[in-house]
Structures are given as C-alpha cells and as structure tokens.
C-alpha cells in the first residue's frame, strides 16, 4: 500500500488549503485514515482521523477549522480553513491495514502572518 499525500503550499493566515491523500495497492477499504502533522521543532501530532464507518475525531485545535472526509473509499482530504502560523507543518497521511502501518511522504503547509 502507499499513500502519496498532496496540496500542500504557501497560504496567508486565515487562508484556506485542501490536502489529498490516496492509498493505491490495495482494494479493500482501509479500516482508518489519518492526518498527522509535524511543526519545526515539534513532535509529531494528530490532526484528524476518519474511520470507513463514516466516524471522525479531531484534535482540539483542528475542530471548527479542518474537515477530513473520505469521499472515495481510500481517498482522504483535510479541508483546512482559517489557517494559522501555528499551522505551519508537514502533513503527512497515515493508515492501518491487519496490523501494517502505512505513511505517506508528507506535504508542507506554510502559513505566513
């Protein structure tokens, strides 16, 4: 299985971006799909995670602003609205499938104030 994660780039803060993960390699549906991010300096944190039953959870500080959404089955998208410096990080797309842990290769989100 492998994740190629995209839209990533440079925004202004209250800006918007929408990245897009896709799983290839696999034809079942993946149980769970995850964004996780990584700011300069920081551990890495999760941001938002869509189960296939439709299921969501957020991190406190994406809630109201980022929507993940799973419109195809191994397709995600991390709709990012009102963007902050503090947002600023590479995004990477994670998934699960009987007990293998996939990564994508990460996008850059930059959000200048």
């Known amino acids: 299985v492998q994740l190629q994660a995209s839209g990533g780039g440079l925004v202004q803060a209250g800006g918007s971006l929408t990245l897009t993960c896709k799983a290839s390699?696999?034809?079942?549906?993946?149980?769970?799909m995850t964004w996780y991010r990584r700011a300069p300096g920081k551990e890495r944190e999760l941001v938002a995670m869509?189960?296939?039953?439709?299921?969501t959870h957020y991190a406190d500080f994406a809630k109201g602003r980022f929507t993940i959404s799973r419109g195809d089955a191994n397709v995600v998208t991390l709709q990012m609205n009102n963007l902050k410096p503090d947002d600023t990080a590479v995004y990477y797309c994670?998934?699960?499938?009987?007990?293998?842990?996939?990564w994508g290769q990460g996008t850059l989100v930059t959000v200048s104030s």
């Open positions: 869509q189960l296939k039953s439709g299921a």
């Open positions: 390699g696999i034809d079942a549906v993946l149980p769970v």
């Open positions: 994670q998934s699960l499938d009987a007990g293998n842990n996939y």
